[in-house]
């Protein structure tokens, strides 16, 4: 028995394209994953803080140099009116709905809290917000060097010429 028929052989590259629904899932797990450490943090009342890098210009060099900080990060949860914690799931500074009627979670106390975020972790990895995500994909303004409609080419102008 060979070694390589002990394990699973696939066709996938990493030079493959990745789909725009697998990229804001894989983001929305990274951001997930974030809140489910501040809310482990919060549960023990600590405060989480995120490392960012920013790039900084060195008065001496005078180039750019990385220096990293800590920041602490959005909370997606808050208190409602009857005092209950509430999620909800945001792509930037949308509010991701859950479904037609509902765009958040109600959790209880601080100790439900990052048990629930893991539970909406794995609904994500399970695909059942998939719908939700692939509108928010389909709503995007486009963005960067392409994000400007080009003028149409006026075709049907003859050549003008001047006559003395």
Do not use: C
Request: proline share 4%; no cysteine.
């Amino acid at each position: 028995m060979s070694n390589l028929s002990k394990l699973t052989l696939t066709t996938t590259t990493p030079n493959q394209p990745m789909t725009a629904l697998a990229r804001k899932r894989i983001k929305l797990i990274q951001k997930l994953d974030k809140q489910i450490l501040a809310a482990e943090a919060e549960a023990n009342d600590e405060v989480f803080m995120e490392d960012i890098r920013r790039w900084v210009r060195n008065e001496e060099t005078g180039k750019n140099d990385p220096v990293m900080f800590e920041r602490p990060i959005k909370k997606w949860w808050w208190t409602n009116q009857h005092g209950a914690l509430m999620i909800s799931l945001k792509d930037g500074n949308k509010i991701i709905p859950l479904d037609e009627k509902h765009s958040s979670i109600e959790v209880g106390g601080i100790e439900s809290l990052a048990g629930s975020l893991e539970t909406v972790r794995a609904a994500v990895i399970a695909g059942e917000l998939d719908t939700q995500l692939e509108k928010l994909i389909a709503e995007r303004k486009p963005f960067g060097k392409n994000s400007k409609k080009q003028p149409a080419m006026k075709t049907g102008y003859s050549k003008i010429t001047k006559t003395h």
